[in-house]
């Protein structure tokens, strides 16, 4: 199993959501984020004075899958999560040990 | 009081002679400005009247100023956070705008000298008024102003969350120096001056569910249409889709303190402080009531959940239901409009969405249908009985109103559209109007939810498709990172 | 003025005859009718001060309208944002519901022709009020419609978080058809009609301590206990635990609101512009900001923190202990009044606290307990003396008040859970009363706190007990997926 | 009417006699006593216009109670959510130490018999009250207890987010006892008793530029400097950075609510109810909406942006400025005065932040600066012709109040400093004075950010400079666990 | 070393927190998410159109601990965010190469 | 590559993120989370009730970097975060199998 991490630009949520359906992912984690990188923020004024934001708001999505789909998976977010503009994000991929269902006691791939 | 001493001296003074009963009779005739002049601080009651007139006038003033307020909250608690700063702003601007082009020229076109009834000629800059003189003009252009300031922000909603900020300024020119005053002056310029050709005609519009409400509305719709629904209102198939307002408390309290407002609205139209003023708030408040209840009958029936956002819409359908015919109903009767604007609201906003208008807030069906329903509840419901006539009078009114008010409007954005360019470009809609117009969020140190997560349409083919991104990129716009 | 004109023709007419001096007697006999029918606008100094009743009545009834505005961001602030959209809708509908109520039975029943100090007869749907007729009774209805819906809004606080929307609905017409209308009666009746039988013993209450507050928080007790306290707020040991308010920016404005709807509520109750309002003003305004410094101290002393929510209830009880007394106490009186009810709420608060009741903003001390003490200082403090007869009186009211109010109002609610229900299913509950009852959230842009994570009680031996879950899920009830 | 009774009786009676001539003149000498003690509620005239007067002068005091609530927003909205409840908190306390301070002292040293012009002596404890004789002083006092209440909270803005609790009810304390009240008897002792030195020298101020605005403003100046600017306000450079307000719609809010309290602030200091105020409505919100313009011109030029925070000063710049001279100007010259306003505060508010004093709320520049300018144009554009004289009483009159505040209110912070401390510690400031200071969050229920992640200087040498803190703890201090 | 994370119902934040507590677990981490999964979303209503929400609230729960702990945490998290209705939630495993304390420096299992 | 995750104090966030730029890092993703640990709560009173605040805001800053850098960036998040107090926070580190940067399909140490 591998957990899927993909920082991508809020307005994408519902695109990478299909993309993933598409792939027989049947669940996933979001969560609100902010990212710093290459995508710099920029100046405001507010009253006169300057201020800096660095961060721009992004969305972290988790999906842990079987090992065997994560080339399909990459592609689907990548493909639907793309605009082509700096700052379209990053997908990590990390090894996961193992998984259980909460309410089934369920544990491995069945358990996703 | 030096009348004892007065009398002292006539009566005891000699047998009645015909000087002293001429004197007498001249003295009970002189009383009034004896007494008056006596005491020049002490004024006559006909002075206090005017006191009165004055004072009411000008907190009924005071009140309707406050549905600035109203209209901000309602407008942005019923939009998304992204656009909070920016909505909040243009209803600021759109009084401060329209009070000072009212002044220059609007009033003058309203209640200046009229031209055949058409329009008015005088009283630019309240030139009307001449130091020492009596003010009382003042005291109506401060009434009047915050009536226009009305008609001008009811706009602002229906166009929320994608209209360029400068573009609104323009509007909110356009509305107040000419599209609200000459139509008012049709109706009303014979509050101060001449009368117009409505009234002429007996056209009845107590408070101006026609001349405020109606005008604002076709002009909301109007604008609306221009500028296209939001990204992401339909999908792919054309259904409209919610897009849940952002901060419901706010509007809430929106919503009461434009109740209160109309407690200035309505009454305050008397410009004077007389007994009608209690039938009227009356009035006001039974049909306010009433259309609360009726469009939550409505839309509890509808969709099986009583639905706060939609309530809120019914109070105000029943207010702007009221105002013309405030005046010239029973109490029961404006229990009945109210009900009936509050039933009215619900199938007309949900209608204007399924048409494929975009109004975030229902402005259109508040304000143009239900200051329509208004108007022609004046004759259906007056208390003197009804009359074909009256309806005729009244139908022509409101019909004049949307005549004069859309093509004007819908012109107006048009040029606009040309010129200045009407509507912010799509990136920045994504992101919102604060950040892209003003630099500012309006909730810094809040976490907000970003990309609708807890709002999306499940199985919609394409999202992209869904959130009405891919036809605009297709024309060509650059979305800038967002 | 025409009166020249008549007194020409009269006076130099011919000698004076029987028939010239009968003419003359008439003529000023008539004087008075000729001047106020010369002058129809030109009234009467009565007839203007009667103008003036009428717009410091209207004025001050919408002063007291806006209360409803305070209520509901007072309630709404001091609970969670989960249940925000259901609490300002219910301080919508039981406006909307009492103002309808009161207008087809309520007013009726409290200011119709009394059956022997009981109970009024007449009056149903305004059917006092004749069109063309003297328009008081509309004015009087206005400000005592508003009244009605404070009593019946207490209610929505105490029972918050927990309370089905059809409960309340049905609720909110019991309080505004019998439970207020007929208590009032006794103590208010004369003010349209026959004297009820606590007027007639002397009983003072000018304003409403007993009438308006202890009524809505006799009928909050009986309230939150029949629904009981909501899910967590007791530990395992029957502990009272904090649940924050989640918005007392917007709580701190309700009392604001509330503050200056006061100002309406008190002096309004002159139903007169006269100059007792100054003395009822500054009455008001001492008792409520002696109110806040009694319960700063108070608080402050007790938990060595200033705790804002508790002095909000503070100035909101020295409002309700002046309620009573306002016009019969000097203003040091109102001083002590103010500072030993803002002393009071906060034992109170914790009290009911304590024993179990669960009153998440505090209505029941605030409304119910200060109402008392307002009560009972209007004897106290009496600016003619003490008099223990008067104490007997006064205690006798506001006993009467609760012997009336707490088990018409605990039999109601009883039937209405054994009916309809009263309480919302746990799963709902936890949920939050928005989406449950109404499908919407008050704050879909914001991202909330969920499952409590930074109000939880540390080290509790099971936290589903403490969370009062595990009890009613062991009655059977089903949690649906959350 | 029983006048056809008595006629009936005197008149068919008998012949024309002599006993019954002097009867019937009599009768109508004697008739407008007659009428007034038939009807001792059916008053004169005069009577009528004094309970116009109250009711007038009360519902302004309403008006400018209200103005609590727009302050608490205004400051609110434009600081961060960690410290909203002290703000709200400290706004209400402001309010109710004020009121009690001034009723017992403050009131007194303003109004009471005057001391050759420098400080009142007399009425303390409302004193001059005699329950029973005219309550005029009442209705006075409670126009004047809000206006002092004003002048109170303005500091609170500008101290805002650093201060600690106790040492601004200290403060609140000062001010309303001694500070305000003593400037106040120079300029408006005579509107009770005696008249105060600037008064004789013909000094203009009809509604408190300078009394009021400045007073407050110079006393925020020095407190602000006094405490010091915020952790993070400056970076290493001293460059001024911007700290936005968390929640803009709120403050907003309370500019609309300011504005409509203005509405009591201008016209109510006639505290009469007669025609002048309809003058003062129109050139108070004159004043107001170009203030608005001027503001967003001069920012949307200097930074490309149209903000709205600083719109908001815009608005609040134009009333402040109109204070002085609404009753002495010309509409027009209205609009001038509110333009300039609006530029002025731009620029002061971006100087102020420059020079190294941080006022979150810009109340020294809106209250401060403005209400130099309002005096000033009292004279530059008085409606009956500018007079060098007049100027210079008007400049003497401004410099009088920086003189008598600032250096008394700057003592009074050094004064607190020292013993009872001003300023609330690193680390709670860091975490925020709500839990520091009240243990309680404003929002509970909502993530908020922290660490301000989104407003942060790129690039700064070292963020823990950047923030302020190194050089604070270097002092000492320990910072709590955060 | 491992990572456990655990994907919960909000309400029973404070039963995991016991029962962590009861494995004699010091500390733990939890951030606000959205989930999606078999525990379907709703359709809502709102002024008489639809809109449907898919992302359903959870607590993320985030605790590090020594790998002869797992099977006793995993079990006490199953049980205490256990309802038995679908969305109950999963666990995730996953390895950890190092922790340090900021505080001490510590590194490694004595850092936890 | 590893995944650097710190827990660390809110105010702290500038500063580390300095240090991180100083240590040649191009990019990091933020979060607001709650932490709980030895840094005890508090108790607070609302109007008379206690309550118990068992969670304490913290910043959750994710870091993927190259495996070399590990030790320069562990040391330069510990010293920027580091007070010295209890709750000063925790350094997680954790395996990445492969990252992807979704603009350029770049994957591996490129795509940071
Ligand atoms: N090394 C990293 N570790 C963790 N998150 C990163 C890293 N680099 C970038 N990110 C995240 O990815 C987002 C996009 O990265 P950015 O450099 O702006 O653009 P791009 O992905 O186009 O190269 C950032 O906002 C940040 O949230
Ligand atoms: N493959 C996955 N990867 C990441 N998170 C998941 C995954 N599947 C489910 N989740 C999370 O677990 C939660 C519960 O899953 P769900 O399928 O609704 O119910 P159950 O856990 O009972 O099978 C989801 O809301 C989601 O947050
Ligand atoms: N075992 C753990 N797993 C995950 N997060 C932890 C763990 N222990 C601590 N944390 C996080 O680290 C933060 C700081 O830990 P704490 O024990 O309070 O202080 P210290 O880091 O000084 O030992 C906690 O608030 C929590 O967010």
């Known amino acids: ?112 | 009081m030096n009348l004892i001493a007065v009398m002292d001296f006539i009566i005891p003074n000699r047998e009645q002679t015909m000087f002293g009963k001429i004197l007498i009779a001249l003295f009970f005739l002189l009383y009034p400005f004896v007494a008056s002049a006596a005491g020049a601080d002490e004024a006559t009651a006909a002075d206090v009247q005017t006191h009165l007139n004055y004072v009411w006038t000008l907190i009924a003033a005071a009140l309707v100023f406050f549905m600035q307020a109203g209209f901000a909250l309602v407008e942005t608690g019923l939009t998304r956070a992204k656009n909070a700063v920016n909505i909040m702003f243009k209803n600021l601007m759109d009084f401060c705008v329209g009070s000072l082009t009212f002044w220059a020229v609007g009033f003058g076109l309203m209640f200046g000298a009229t031209w055949n009834g058409w329009i008015g000629t005088s009283g630019f800059f309240l030139s009307d008024y001449v130091h020492g003189e009596d003010p009382w003009v003042l005291a109506f252009w401060m009434f009047q102003v915050v009536f226009c300031a009305t008609a001008a922000t009811i706009v602002s909603g229906a166009m929320a969350e994608r209209t360029k900020f400068t573009a609104y300024l323009i509007y909110s020119f356009v509305i107040s120096a000419i599209i609200y005053p000459i139509f008012g002056s049709w109706a009303w310029g014979g509050l101060l001056n001449g009368k117009g050709w409505l009234e002429n005609l007996g056209f009845i519009d107590f408070a101006g569910s026609t001349v405020v409400h109606s005008v604002g509305g076709w002009a909301a719709l109007a604008g609306a249409i221009v500028i296209g629904p939001r990204l992401g209102k339909y999908d792919a198939q054309g259904r409209p889709r919610a897009i849940p307002g952002h901060n419901l408390p706010l509007a809430t309290l929106g919503v009461f303190i434009l109740w209160i407002g109309w407690f200035g609205f309505n009454p305050g139209s008397t410009t004077a402080g007389i007994k009608d003023i209690a039938w009227i708030f009356v009035n006001t408040n039974l049909a306010a009531v009433a259309g609360v209840v009726g469009s939550l009958i409505s839309i509890w029936s509808l969709t099986k959940k009583p639905d706060l956002a939609m309530s809120l819409n019914g109070a105000l359908a029943g207010l702007v239901g009221i105002t013309a015919p405030c005046n010239t109903v029973s109490p029961t009767s404006a229990v009945i409009i109210g009900f009936l604007a509050g039933i009215l609201v619900v199938f007309s906003v949900i209608a204007v969405d399924r048409i494929g208008v975009d109004d975030p807030v229902g402005a259109i069906s508040v304000h143009g249908v239900c200051g329509v329903w208004g108007t022609l509840a004046a004759a259906i419901f007056h208390i003197e009985g009804f009359s074909w006539n009256q309806l005729g009078v009244q139908a022509l009114g409101a019909a004049a109103a949307f005549l004069w008010t859309f093509p004007l409007a819908y012109l107006t954005f048009k040029v606009i559209k040309m010129t200045v360019g009407l509507r912010v470009s799509v990136e920045e809609e994504i992101e919102g109007l604060d950040v892209g117009e003003h630099g500012e969020s309006a909730y810094p140190d809040f976490v907000l939810v970003v990309g609708a997560p807890s709002v999306t349409r499940k199985g919609a083919p394409h999202a992209s498709l869904a959130y009405g991104v891919e036809s605009h990129l297709a024309k060509g716009q650059v979305v800038r990172n967002v």
Chains 1, 5, 6 share one sequence.
């Open chain 1, 1 to 112: 199993m591998v957990k899927v991490e993909a920082i991508v630009k809020p307005f994408k949520l519902a695109e990478v959501q299909e993309a993933l359906l598409g792939c027989g992912i049947q669940g996933m984690t979001v969560a609100e984020v902010k990212g710093f990188g290459r995508q710099k923020g920029h100046v405001e004024l507010y009253r006169g004075a300057e201020y800096h934001v660095d961060f721009v708001p992004k969305l972290h999505i988790t999906v842990v899958i079987a090992e065997e789909m994560l080339s399909q998976v990459l592609e689907a977010i990548r493909s639907a999560a793309y605009t082509g503009k700096i700052g379209d994000g990053k997908i990590f991929v990390s090894p996961i040990a193992d998984a259980v269902r909460i309410r089934t006691a369920e544990s491995g791939l069945s358990a996703l």
